[in-house]
C-alpha cells in the first residue's frame, strides 16, 4: 500500500506541475496571438478604425481543473472595439480581413511546439 500511496502522490504532483507548465503556455500564446493580431489589424484597418487594433487583448481563465482558456479579440467596449466582427469576418460591402484568424494560424504550431516542451520536461 505504500508503494500506491506514494505513486497517487507524485502523480497528483506531476499533475499540478503539467498545469501550471499549460497555464503558461496558453498564456504566452494568448500575448502572441494579441500581439500579431494588433499587428495585422494595424495593416488592414485602415484610416478608417485607426483605433482599432488597440481594443484587442486577451483574458485566460483556469480554474480547478476546468480546461485552460484564452480568449483573445477586440473589447467591445473599448474605442472601435465593436468594428471586430466587421473587420474579421467582412460583410456585404467589405471583405474579411481575418486579421485574428491569421494570427491563430501564425500562433498555431509554436503552441504546439511549446506544449510539448513544457509537458515533456515534466514527465
Same mark, same amino acid.
Given at each position: 500500500? !505504500?508503494?500506491?500511496?506514494?505513486?497517487?502522490?507524485? /502523480?497528483?504532483?506531476?499533475?499540478? +506541475?503539467?498545469?501550471? %507548465?499549460?497555464?503558461?503556455?496558453?498564456?504566452?500564446?494568448?500575448?502572441?496571438?494579441?500581439?500579431?493580431?494588433?499587428? !495585422?489589424?494595424?495593416?488592414? =484597418?485602415?484610416?478608417?478604425?485607426?483605433? #482599432? *487594433?488597440?481594443? @484587442?487583448?486577451?483574458?485566460?481563465?483556469?480554474?480547478?481543473?476546468? *480546461? @485552460? @482558456?484564452?480568449? @483573445?479579440? *477586440?473589447?467591445?467596449?473599448?474605442?472601435?472595439? *465593436?468594428?471586430? !466582427?466587421?473587420?474579421e469576418f467582412g460583410s456585404v460591402n467589405s471583405p474579411p480581413h481575418s486579421d485574428?484568424?491569421? =494570427?491563430?494560424? %501564425? +500562433?498555431?504550431?509554436?503552441? #504546439?511546439? =511549446?506544449?510539448?516542451?513544457?509537458?515533456?520536461? /515534466? /514527465?
Amino acid at each position: 500500500m !505504500n508503494d500506491l500511496d506514494g505513486l497517487a502522490r507524485d /502523480l497528483h504532483r506531476a499533475a499540478k +506541475e503539467v498545469r501550471e %507548465a499549460a497555464h503558461g503556455v496558453v498564456k504566452r500564446g494568448a500575448v502572441n496571438v494579441k500581439r500579431d493580431w494588433r499587428s !495585422n489589424a494595424t495593416r488592414s =484597418a485602415g484610416r478608417h478604425a485607426r483605433r #482599432y *487594433p488597440y481594443s @484587442i487583448g486577451f483574458d485566460v481563465t483556469a480554474r480547478g481543473v476546468d *480546461p @485552460i @482558456i484564452a480568449e @483573445i479579440g *477586440p473589447d467591445k467596449a473599448a474605442t472601435q472595439g *465593436p468594428l471586430g !466582427n466587421l473587420l474579421e469576418f467582412g460583410s456585404v460591402n467589405s471583405p474579411p480581413h481575418s486579421d485574428g484568424g491569421r =494570427a491563430l494560424r %501564425a +500562433e498555431e504550431p509554436r503552441f #504546439y511546439a =511549446a506544449m510539448e516542451k513544457a509537458v515533456g520536461e /515534466l /514527465l
